[in-house]
């Protein structure tokens, strides 16, 4: 498929999507584990016989065990993703271009703490701090044809 800059952007896009996704299940783990084997209050269910003691710890056991899974499957995912981003990305000639790029998709900056990055030491970046966000919107842009120019020639 033909990389535009529409699908390049729906690539990065996708790969903050799937950083947050296992940033968010990498909490969850963290916060089942320490929890397994908690005592819970009994449920009373009319019409159902209660279940042992053990049935509740096993269904958490077999539930850590299978977040567990997906979250090694959501690790080799970003690491793949992030591997081949990073090949693309060291092909763009354009150092600011390239520095763009990394804090945006591997940091995960918003656009305020890029400018500030990029331009934060000019005197007038308080004054004019709207118009420094607009620059790095428009290196953005040049940043992403770049990538789709180094993802056509690295794949026709």
Same mark, same amino acid.
């Given at each position: 498929?033909?990389? *535009? ?15 947050k ?30 279940s042992?003691?053990?049935d ?8 850590? /065990? ?11 995912? /970003? ?6 981003? /990073? ?5 763009? *000639? ?20 890029i400018? =500030?990055? =990029? ?8 004054? /004019? ?25 690295? =794949?026709?």
């Amino acid at each position: 498929m033909a990389a *535009t800059a529409r699908t390049m952007r729906q690539r990065l896009d996708a790969y903050v999507d799937l950083r947050k996704e296992l940033r968010m299940q990498a909490m969850r783990l963290d916060q089942m584990r320490q929890t397994i084997g908690d005592i819970r209050s009994p449920k009373y269910e009319p019409g159902k016989a209660s279940s042992g003691p053990g049935d509740g710890v096993a269904r958490d056991v077999i539930a850590l /065990e299978n977040l567990e899974l997906r979250v090694a499957e959501l690790i080799d995912h /970003e690491e793949s993703e992030h591997d081949d981003l /990073e090949r693309m990305i060291c092909r763009v *000639t354009n150092a600011q271009q390239r520095a763009l790029l990394r804090l945006r998709y591997f940091d995960l900056k918003d656009w305020a703490d890029i400018a =500030f990055a =990029f331009f934060g030491d000019r005197v007038d970046y308080l004054t /004019e701090e709207h118009d420094y966000v607009a620059k790095c919107y428009r290196l953005h842009s040049r940043a992403v044809s770049s990538l789709v120019a180094v993802h056509r020639r690295m =794949f026709a």
